[in-house]
């Protein structure tokens, strides 16, 4: 069964959004950190796109049709739910799922470290990414075909926020598992509405741990707050 409301908007419909239980919320180049008032704490990947945290007190947030509205209200999202779940213990997505059941892997964002091990365990991966030229990945414009035909896809978390989650999920057939990885994963088992989705990996960070934020603040990304987080699943 396909869906036809993307995630946030759903979820947005499910619980709204609550300015005051926004206790902080920083900006940096490449991540946007929020902390809510009982220290849980939510990122996003902004993949370029300029942040005024300001805009979370407009009378119209969220516009979930407003790009920076979106990513702002995922990292809400983040932070609201990724700690419900109580995890049993931290996991790589390459040691928890089989990869060598497949035979068509496709992967929807450059995770670098985890392409190398595809490569090391002589694993074929077909990689796309909008904001990568880097070399072996492939076009993007050949990405329907790719998805088309795959029976496993690592899709990255920031395709909710950028609306091009719900795009992809309609590209894949049915046979097709789907794995979102990424610490802008929304630890939910409502993501798993969406029949294809098998395992959404993410990162919970300890409550009210303020270097996660100074971090973002910095400009610094995924490998250099992730050592202060817990890889987990669902």
Do not use: W
Not at 21 to 36: C, F, I, N, W
Not at 118 to 135: C, G, I, K, N, P
Not at 160 to 183: A, K, Q, R, W, Y
């Amino acid at each position: 069964m396909k869906y036809n409301e993307e995630p946030l908007k759903y979820y947005y419909g499910k619980y709204g959004f609550e300015i005051s239980e926004v206790k902080k919320t920083v900006a940096g180049e490449k991540y946007l950190g929020m902390m809510l008032e009982d220290g849980r704490i939510g990122v996003c990947a902004t993949l370029k796109q300029k942040i005024d945290v300001e805009t979370i007190n407009d009378d119209s947030f969220p516009d979930l049709d407003n790009l920076e509205h979106r990513l702002i209200y995922n990292a809400y999202l983040n932070a609201m739910l990724n700690y419900r779940s109580d995890y049993k213990d931290e996991r790589d997505i390459f040691e928890f799922i089989n990869f060598g059941n497949y035979h068509k892997i496709v992967m929807i964002g450059d995770f670098r470290p985890l392409v190398a091990k595809f490569r090391q365990s002589e694993m074929e991966v077909s990689v796309f990414d909008l904001f990568s030229d880097r070399e072996g990945v492939m076009p993007i414009e050949k990405r329907g075909k790719y998805l088309s035909k795959a029976d496993g896809v690592i899709l990255t978390a920031t395709s909710i926020f950028n609306n091009t989650f719900h795009g992809i999920m309609e590209s894949v057939n049915n046979n097709c598992d789907v794995f979102i990885l990424g610490p802008t994963a929304i630890l939910d088992e409502d993501m798993k509405r969406y029949e294809n989705v098998k395992v959404i990996f993410g990162t919970v960070f300890d409550k009210n741990d303020n270097r996660i934020l100074d971090i973002i603040a910095d400009n610094q990304g995924t490998r250099h707050f992730q050592k202060f987080g817990k890889k987990v699943y669902i």
